[in-house]
């Protein structure tokens, strides 16, 4: 079936070091969207990308979408204890509706 | 988000207990989702409804029930034949294919 791949699980850093996830899909998408959740929250949304290579940045975080539309990538520079979370990315295999991938928990040290 | 929400917070289900969850929206959103998240892993879909009186299963549909009678609403039920229901369950709304906006979920435990 559909999968999409993230990793790694669980990565814990000290502050100010820098962290990506890596999410890879067996199936052509559509877009890729990322969300993060805090621990005891819900699911919120970061960002959609939907063009083959783009890249987009939010302040810290910089997203990548790779050229085939399997693959895309989170960066966070400079970590800092707000980031604290899981960091899901979800993509649109063509049924309308989000597969979600198994997340990546980050852990902060102050 | 704001514009979701989802009752009870807590819920505690009897053996062989049908339960009802509840999901509404006032964002005028077409689409609506349910999925279910077990203790440190990622969201699976149990079913999803891209119009009104039309929904799909997703990928965990089995024991479980839905109903789309109104645009804001799009409840879950969960059924006896659920063998393991315990987890947080998540219901999300959006345009269709296009960002999704959580309410903050429901916590189902067994008795």
């Known amino acids: 079936g559909q999968q999409v791949m993230q990793i790694p699980q669980y990565q814990h850093v000290q502050e100010g070091e820098d962290f990506t996830t890596y999410c890879n899909s067996s199936t052509t998408l559509s877009n890729i969207q990322w969300y993060k959740q805090r621990p005891g929250g819900h699911p919120v949304f970061l960002i959609q990308?939907?063009?083959?290579?783009e890249v987009k940045k939010q302040k810290r975080l910089t997203f990548q979408f790779g050229e085939a539309k399997k693959n895309s990538s989170l960066h966070i520079t400079a970590t800092q204890t707000t980031d604290v979370g899981t960091y899901f990315c979800?993509?649109?295999?063509?049924?309308?509706?989000?597969?979600f991938g198994s997340g990546t928990r980050l852990q902060v040290q102050p | 988000d704001g514009g979701i929400t989802q009752s009870p917070k807590y819920l505690f289900r009897k053996e062989g207990q049908n339960v009802t969850l509840s999901c509404e929206q006032n964002?005028?959103?077409?689409?609506m989702y349910w999925y279910r998240q077990d203790p440190g892993q990622g969201l699976r879909l149990i079913y999803y409804?891209?119009?009104?009186?039309?929904?799909q299963k997703g990928d965990i549909a089995e024991g479980y029930s839905v109903s789309r009678e109104k645009k804001e609403s799009f409840p879950l039920t969960v059924t006896s034949a659920q063998k393991n229901p315990t987890a947080f369950y998540l219901c999300?709304?959006?345009?269709?294919?296009?960002?999704?906006?959580f309410g903050p979920g429901t916590r189902l435990l067994v008795l």
């Open positions: 990308l939907v063009k083959s290579g």
């Open positions: 999300a709304s959006g345009p269709t294919g296009e960002t999704q906006y």
């Open positions: 409804s891209q119009i009104v009186n039309d929904f």
């Open positions: 964002l005028n959103h077409d689409a």
């Open positions: 979800a993509g649109d295999t063509g049924r309308r509706a989000l597969t």
